[in-house]
């Protein structure tokens, strides 16, 4: 694969117990068309990553940070991930993407980061949450509308909704949906759900979205972690069509509707905002007027 061939390219940062996964997102992420470095030797405690990449920062886009019952004891962890996080590597432009396994307690470090949710070492799942994630790291930003009192009443969504129309779940995309492993190990059975949206949201519609999901108990069956947002997808990792129907459904349409409301309150603000500001820039415009109609000149 050339330099002009792949998506992105992805270092895998990893501990040595977790040598299968990383392969395996290894192997998936290559088929969906990344450049992926995995060090072959494996980072041991005491060593570095940040010297182990230097040679390749400006060529590297992501770093995934496997984060797992193996790693949060270690040095390298604490130390180094945090390091990465913060440090010369966050410096240099690249995302680092950290990668929970199992629903182990994250690093003082890493607590108010997004993350990528992977449950049972089950690499497929993580292949898929992990295309995802990077995927909205590489999509540009959605350019912020005019203001709704000097748009065009016809500009409209490309799929027809009003660009400012409260999002809906208008139904389970089936042709993205995954397929289960089914080899008898834990979390085989479980596979990617994607919902379609009536529209894109926002990146901050999407971000709140996440947050809302990760961050609340709606039910003894909820499970923070398995949502994102893609384009105009819910990604529901980890789970099946009946798990959904059953039992994150309801919660998935409770956190849009929050999710709605919440951009809307925040539309207003930015709306009055405007207006204060507009009034503040009258204001200054009926000053000066003032002032040169009382100016002679010889």
Known sequence: MTSVDFVASVFISYQHADKRLAAGLQDGLERLGYFVWRDEGELLVGDSI?????AALDQIDFVVALISNNSVTSPWCQKEVSLAMTGEIAQSGVKVLPVRIDQVEMPPSLKDKLYVEVHGGDVAQATERLAA?????????????????????????????????????????????????????????????PLRLSRRPSQKWAAYFEQTWNGSLFSTMHRPGIASVSGDRILLGGTTV????????????????????WEQKARRAEQREQQRQANTEAERQDRIRAALAGMKFD
């Open 133 to 193: 994630s990077i995927e909205r790291h590489l999509t540009p930003p959605q350019a912020i509308p005019p203001r709704r009192g000097s748009r065009p009443a016809e500009v409209r969504a490309s799929n027809d909704e009003p660009a400012d129309a409260p999002i809906r779940v208008t139904g389970v995309d089936e042709k993205g949906l995954g397929s289960p492993r089914n080899d008898g190990t834990r979390g085989s059975a479980l596979y990617l759900v």
């Open 50 to 54: 940040v010297d182990r990449i230097t």
């Open 242 to 261: 009946e798990e959904v129907a059953q039992h994150h459904l309801e919660t998935v349409r409770a956190v849009v509707l929050e999710a709605n409301e």
